[in-house]
């Protein structure tokens, strides 16, 4: 090795004091930079956090409104913290407190561009809280071309919703759809929408025409079909309701349920109940889940009398066991019992028939929400198509 090598396998050996000196000085700057701040930093601020972390909104709010009322302007270090507080009183129900708030910081002369915007879009938010959504949508209106235009067009979407001004609603969702974020569900109902309101009020060629809408934006739109199968119902084209109502089963079997009943009215309008009864029947062995027995058993009834409707329902009961069977297995049951046991069963199936009101429902499978009736639009969590459609042990 000569002596150049060795200088140059030397010199990091000789520098590694330097590198750990000026590491530990690095260090140190910055620790004494996160304590000057945690130390400008309000006492108030932490309090508040406190109580969100004990979800005691009331103390959290009182204690960060003594922090904004401290800094009298509204830059940077404040900025952030008047947001917060609004959203706070936003989501206690004090909208007055919030659209103040919102409004002064709004007056502020450091509140501009992007700032401004945010301020602006949480002003609104304020609004349609506080029931003012004609305010509300001008504002989301005048969002349209910053950076908050996406969360503006997502509120806005939702004021159109509650509003029913479904061509809005179609407009505005076509333009959010985009990559992997569709709105194809939403776009379908909102035309089978217009669809049910067209056919309440018998103009069928329309609720036909927008049901085909919403197919060929999802062609897995159950709700179309169902809407097709009513128009051609009302008309007297009992096939084509037949072709619609049918169509569900390779869309969505569990929505069969719903077309069950208008199903068997196409086929007994053509003459041909016990084909109808017979298609039910087999979709109740091929789907069991599916809440069709009762339909099947009253269609039973008027075709071949009491005992065979109880014993086509009673098969379909063991095939599937669970509260409403039982329910309705005992009602069958009862009239041929010995009377000393009479009485028992009438009192077991009261007993079934209180725990099926509280336990057997629709159910939204993205927030769970509970109802006794069937949503397209569920009301807790606003999606669409999340319901069951068939009601289920809760």
Known sequence: MDGNDFWLWLAPVALLP??????????????????AQAKSVPVGFYKSLDALVERNSGKAVRELAEVVDQQSDAKQSTYELHLTLGKLYRQRGENDKAVVLHQKLLDSPDTVGERRDAVLFELGQDYQAAGLVDRAEQIFIGLQNGVMAKPARQVLLHIYQQDRDWEKAIELAQTLSHGDQSYQFEIAQFY?????AALFQSRFDEATAYA??????????????LILGDAAQKQGQYQAAIDAYSAIEKQNHEYLSMAAERLYDAYDALGKPQEGLAVLQGYAQTFPQLDIINVIYEKSLLLY?????????????????????????????????DPTWRADADLMRSVVGRQMQKAVMYRCRHCHFKSQVFFWHCPACNKWETFTPNRIEV
Request: charged share 20%; glycine share 6%; with cysteine.
């Open 192 to 196: 089978c929408e217009r669809a049910q």
């Open 305 to 337: 009398g009491e005992q065979a409707a109880a014993q086509t329902a009673a098969e379909l009961v063991r095939a599937k066991p669970d509260l409403a069977g039982v329910y309705r297995l005992l009602g069958l049951q009862i009239s041929d019992m």
């Open 18 to 35: 330097v590198f750990f000196a000026m590491g530990w000085f690095a260090a140190r700057v910055d620790m004494r930079s996160v304590l």
């Open 212 to 225: 085909h809408q919403a197919l060929a934006v999802n062609r897995k739109c159950t709700r179309a079909n």
